[in-house]
T-cell receptor, first 114, second 113 residues
């Protein structure tokens, strides 16, 4: 079955630590995205990538980094520079330039700073 | 400034009646509009969409309406069922969506028995 897998489902981070959230898709989608959801907020775009070895900052990229070495994988690193990292993180993928095609989302990773 | 607004954080509807969720936007460049449904601790699932060249799209119990002049999008669910209880997000993009979707803050729909 094709889909997007995010891991881990729950993650705890100590102050000052970097952590990496995994996102893998086997849908053969070109584009991948990272969103953050906070309580009472919509989804806000962190980073996105349209092709391998290329990515762009979204609306709230500060304190985050990504890589896209393979089409299937788009890991997100939450660095110590991110001042308020506790949130629900969602990865998504899509076919590029398919105007009638929605994004497919993973099941999310809940990150908590302890 | 918020480009996409869902002004009702929550909505309670009796089972069997019509649920109407609303979304307003400010960016006239948006040309494709989607609705997603989300349960707690899960990713959103795609529900229905509409392009800017249409004003209505129907899929079973779900109908999406687009009023471009008013920059207003709505989702009608009829009849409402208990399984429809979830948070609904409207989302939209321009130019093929390669630069990401812009989401509203969501409306929590509660279906009362």
């Amino acid at each position: 079955d094709g889909g997007i897998t995010q891991s881990p489902k729950y993650l705890f981070r100590k102050e000052g630590q970097n952590v990496t959230l995994s996102c893998e898709q086997n849908l053969n989608h070109d584009a991948m995205y990272w969103y953050r959801q906070d309580p009472g907020q919509g989804l806000r775009l962190i980073y996105y990538s349209q092709i391998v070895n290329d990515f762009q900052k979204g609306d709230i990229a500060e304190g985050y980094s990504v890589s896209r070495e393979k089409k299937e994988s788009f890991p997100l690193t939450v660095t110590s520079a991110q001042k308020n990292p506790t949130a629900f993180y969602l990865c998504a993928s899509s076919i590029l330039l398919a105007a009638n095609y929605g994004y497919t989302f993973g099941s999310g990773t809940r990150l908590t700073v302890v | 400034d918020q480009q996409v607004k869902q002004n009702s954080p929550s909505l309670s509807v009796q089972e069997g009646r019509i649920s109407i969720l609303n979304c307003d936007y400010t960016n006239s460049m948006f040309d494709y509009f989607l609705w997603y449904k989300k349960y707690p601790a899960e990713g959103p699932t795609f529900l229905i969409s509409i392009s800017s060249i249409k004003d209505k799209n129907e899929d079973g119990r779900f109908t999406v309406f687009l009023n471009k002049s008013a920059k207003h999008l709505s989702l009608h669910i009829v009849p409402s069922q208990p399984g429809d209880s979830a948070v609904y997000f409207c989302a939209m993009y321009s130019g093929g969506g390669a630069d990401g979707l812009t989401f509203g803050k969501g409306t929590h729909l509660i279906i009362q028995p």
